[in-house]
């Protein structure tokens, strides 16, 4: 069984920074490609970025390109995901997920274990 734990969320004014994190339980972390995806009250959960196996492939919604880099460390078991120049429009429950595979994607279908989410809240 997967287990992944998020962590880092918080309250920070716009223009602010965070720092997720999300550590899985398991040997065969460093075999699939990890996503971050976000969920706002009242809308569907959407992709924010994603991470191959290897960390040599990163993906990004157009909302977070630029401001947002994920990253990985497989001998931690790790990933992470650096949130720069904040906007109240990224106030959201954020998700750890793992994928069905080794490269980057999108969807949520596509992603087998979820984390519990961490509350991202940015003020204006």
């Known amino acids: 069984q997967v287990q992944l734990v998020e962590s880092g969320g918080g309250l920070v004014q716009a223009g602010g920074s965070l720092r997720l994190s999300c550590a899985a339980s398991?040997?065969?972390?460093?075999?699939?490609?990890m996503g971050w995806f976000r969920q706002a009250p009242g809308k569907e959960r959407e992709f924010a970025a994603a991470?191959?196996?290897?960390?040599?492939?990163?993906y990004y919604a157009d909302s977070v390109k630029g401001r947002f880099t994920i990253s990985r460390d497989n001998a931690k078991n790790t990933v992470y995901l650096q949130m720069n120049s904040l906007k109240p429009e990224d106030t959201a429950v954020y998700y750890c997920?793992?994928?069905?595979?080794?490269?980057?994607?999108?969807?949520?279908?596509?992603?087998?274990?979820w984390g519990q989410g961490t509350q991202v809240t940015v003020s204006s």
């Open positions: 997920a793992r994928r069905r595979g080794n490269v980057v994607g999108t969807t949520t279908a596509t992603y087998d274990y």
């Open positions: 398991g040997r065969t972390f460093s075999s699939y490609a």
């Open positions: 991470i191959s196996w290897s960390g040599g492939s990163t």
